[in-house]
């Protein structure tokens, strides 16, 4: 079966950290970069973190210097380290490939909520 499960959200306070993880089936994760997604609610679905098939890695400004994507190509995973978590890092956490593009249907994502 065709598919991602991300696994490791939760409930942390401003300035904690989160490892998220994203297990992903069959050849679509060896022949492509991977992304993290978030969306916030009444928000669009946006890419915050991308990592080519060799390592290459690049990440939106909002979460720069602050999270740490990486991936497994033996195992078929990918992770996301997240440090210094701000308030307006809460959201629905998503991994698919990047492009969007002949990848994975969307799974069910992993909430994080960042709060005191």
């Known amino acids: 079966q065709v598919q991602v499960v991300e696994s490791g959200g939760g409930l942390v306070q401003p300035g904690g950290s989160l490892r998220l993880s994203c297990a992903a089936s069959g050849s679509i994760f060896s022949i492509n970069a991977m992304g993290w997604y978030r969306q916030a609610p009444g928000k669009q679905r946006d890419l915050v973190a991308r990592?080519?098939?060799?390592?290459?890695?690049n990440y939106a400004d909002s979460v720069k210097g602050r999270f740490t994507i990486s991936r497994d190509n033996v195992k078929n995973l990918v992770y996301l380290q997240m440090n210094s978590l701000k308030p307006e890092d809460t959201a629905v956490y998503y991994c698919?490939?990047?492009?969007?593009?002949?990848?994975?249907?969307w799974g069910q994502g992993t909430q994080v909520t960042v709060s005191s």
């Open positions: 990592v080519s098939r060799g390592g290459n890695t």
């Open positions: 698919n490939t990047s492009p969007i593009s002949g990848g994975y249907p």
